[in-house]
């Protein structure tokens, strides 16, 4: 059986990933350069650049299409800069894969780099135009952070114990301090590593009362540990501890071979094989060995090999996921292994019990036009039998689409054992790159058509059945979402889109109801967005609106409208409001608790200081809601806006009750 599993271990492996995209430099006078970004996506609607030079702010720069269909950006810079970024669409986050150099992501990814100066020199160094320059990317270590610093005071908008009673309390107020340090490329030529210092994160309260108005600690011995803390010890008043490096990940790459290793918060690169995310984005935790097959050694007939092997223990156990992909034209073919033993502690014993196994196929083709793609899996657990109802899973898709994106259609059937897991992979109910709900089958039919060159119609179907398990929030059902695109230009004088769709569901199980509607019927919920560029050209550079309501909860619905105007000078500002309301069959404490108005003001400025590499100040003051990406209750706010579809993350209830001011300064390159 050792045998057969080693076997069947040296053959796992790895995804072909194919970039349609380019980034080209014009050193205009020796200081400035104009960077040119192009992507190639037939399909999309939209497409966006976000990076460091804009501080990461979603969604970012918006492309266009030129004359060839490319999407494209152009951006103005300085000789002296470097730039990270990704390509971005619809919550997509796109890695360049030909980028001029990379530098890891953090999150198991890596961005695409641009070393200005060092791009140059090469180009000059190759048209014979300057001196000859050394390999730009040999023996060279690139530093980074991720650094947030500011205040933040919270607030309550109504009673601890009566509810009925609005108003305005403080309940808090603090700094906030976050810092990870990055130094990551290569430490001798062919040897890359990446290095992350936790310097500090951590919270010190200035001033706070507990519920019985109990203040500790007060105003002024908070300022004085404040002002203490600072001048004497900042690192360890902010973090509440040394600092200490928590990330190792280093590698060998050459012509036949790449070797990769990694500890605690370093990520492998994430993976996704023909239709789910096989390999996730998690921790390396006790560390991960990792071989990859180099580019000379894919070459396998007309076709490209990719092969992985990565022994690890990562959860503490002796594990290993790895994987192989053959590619030949239109065709794919995929396979992966994951195991995880018992034994965490005596290597001899690794094999007495596997307590996990992922089997994952796939294969993917071209015919005709239509795009197919199935992934398979089949799980091995020691500790039960194997079942098909409970140890399989399957995907199939199919997709076609007409020129000219004039019609479209995706097919698919997906099932789901009832207790099918992924050591790696993304085990989640979403609707893409997942297993989805446990023991549950789902046939999707989508279809999309342009009856008009400036309107985009379409309609997502799902039928969820043959539910093994029906529960209160997981039955039978059939699932619509009717959309629009719209391009308004010619209507509005100006580059103007308009997106909308709606969200419905009927349950075929007459034992349940929506705990939102108390229906067999609920229309989930509903939204649009309004994109508008320069509607006052030189003042205002774009303004998004976003109206979105949420109705899939009990007790209370939440209708949002939040706006988000681009100024010159990369500043942006935004406003939101909130309206709250209880259902009709809603309790009368649910009602008195209601906190039905709520609104959002926020900004955001990238300061034009190179020398500190441009952070970004933000703030905002948020009243019973909260659109910006931040955990709920949490203090680690950002600058960006947060949405699933064009509602509102975190619920109904996010902020409730609750009001927040903070003002950061952030740092992220």
């Known amino acids: 059986m050792i045998k057969r599993l080693l076997a069947t271990m040296a053959l796992a492996l790895c995804v072909v990933a194919v970039s349609m995209a380019d980034v080209k430099i014009k050193n205009l006078d020796g200081t400035n350069v104009e960077i040119t970004f192009t992507f190639k996506d037939d399909a999309a609607s939209q497409m966006n650049v976000i990076g460091s030079f804009d501080g990461w702010t979603v969604p970012g720069e918006p492309m266009t299409r030129n004359a060839a269909g490319l999407w494209e950006f152009v951006l103005k810079a300085k000789v002296s800069d470097e730039i990270q970024y990704k390509f971005y669409n619809n919550g997509a986050w796109i890695f360049d894969f030909k980028a001029p150099d990379k530098k890891d992501d953090g999150f198991g990814g890596n961005n695409g780099l ?16 300057g001196a000859a320059a050394a390999d730009p990317f040999a023996s060279k270590l690139n530093f980074g952070m991720y650094t947030i610093l500011g205040s933040v005071s919270n607030f309550s908008t109504q009673g601890v114990v009566d509810k009925k009673t609005k108003g305005f309390e403080t309940d808090n107020t603090a700094v906030k301090g976050k810092a990870y340090w ?46 203490g803390g600072f001048l004497s010890n900042p690192v360890t008043y902010l973090g509440g501890g040394q600092p200490y490096l928590n990330s190792v990940k280093t590698g060998l790459t050459t012509p036949y071979v790449i070797w990769e290793t990694g500890y605690g918060y370093a990520k492998p690169t994430k993976r996704t094989a023909i239709l789910w995310e096989t390999l ?51 065709y794919k073919v995929d396979f992966q292994y994951d195991v995880k033993s018992a034994e965490s502690a005596t290597l001899s014993k690794i094999f007495d019990k596997l307590y996990h196994q992922d089997f994952i196929l796939g294969a993917a083709a071209k015919v005709a036009g239509l795009d197919l793609k199935a992934q398979g899996l089949v799980n091995l657990f020691s500790e039960s039998t194997f079942a098909p109802e ?12 007409l020129p000219g994106d004039k019609f479209g259609i995706t097919a698919g059937y997906r099932y789901t054992g009832s207790a099918v897991a992924t050591l790696y992979g993304d085990n989640d109910s979403g609707e893409s790159d997942t297993l989805g709900d446990a023991g549950t089958q789902r046939a999707i039919l989508n279809l999309f058509g342009k009856p008009l060159a400036d309107l985009k119609l379409g309609v997502d179907l799902r039928l969820r059945y043959f539910v093994l398990n029906p529960t209160a929030t997981l039955a039978d059902e059939l699932y619509s979402k009717p ?18 769709y709606v969200k419905l569901g009927y349950l075929l199980d007459p034992n349940f109801v929506y705990v939102s509607d108390k229906a067999v019927f609920n229309a989930q919920e509903a939204g649009a967005k309004l994109s508008v560029a320069e509607p006052l050209p030189g003042t205002i550079l774009n303004v998004d609106t976003w109206l979105g309501f949420n109705n899939s909860e009990a007790d209370r619905t939440l209708t949002t ?47 034009p200081i190179a020398e500190i590499k441009k952070p970004v100040l933000f703030g905002a003051f948020v009243w019973n809601m909260d659109p910006y990406d ?40």
């Open 561 to 607: 409208l939040v706006t988000q105007i681009k100024l010159p000078k990369d500043r942006y500002a935004e406003i939101g409001l909130g309206l709250r309301l209880p259902r009709s069959y809603a309790s009368q404490a649910i009602i008195d608790a209601n906190n039905p108005f709520a609104f959002s003001l926020g900004g955001s400025w990238m300061l």
């Open 483 to 500: 959309w629009i695109e719209a391009n308004l230009s010619s209507l509005m004088g100006r580059k103007s889109t308009l997106n909308a």
């Open 114 to 129: 641009i070393v200005v100066a060092d791009l140059l020199a090469g180009a000059a160094a190759k048209s014979g135009s």
């Open 182 to 227: 990055k130094i990551g490329g290569t430490l001798l030529p062919n040897v890359n590593a990446w290095f992350e210092m936790k310097a500090f994160d951590g919270v010190q309260s200035i001033w706070a009362q507990d519920s019985t108005g109990k203040v500790s600690p007060d105003a002024g011995t908070g300022i004085a540990q404040l002002i």
């Open 390 to 401: 409970t140890n399989l899973a399957g995907d199939f898709k199919a997709i076609w689409s």
């Open 280 to 330: 996730q984005d998690q921790d390396g935790g006790n560390g991960y060995m990792r071989f990859d097959l180099g580019p000379e050694l894919q070459k396998v007939g007309s076709g490209k090999l990719e092969l992985t092997l990565a022994p690890n223990r990562m959860g503490g156990n002796y594990a290993f996921f790895g994987w192989a992909d053959y590619a030949v034209g239109d």
């Open 630 to 669: 931040i955990t709920n209750g949490s203090n680690d706010a950002t600058a960006s806006l947060n949405f699933t579809d064009y509602i509102v993350n975190g619920g109904v209830g996010k902020r409730d009750g609750k009001a927040q001011f903070r003002l950061m300064l952030k740092w992220d390159f």
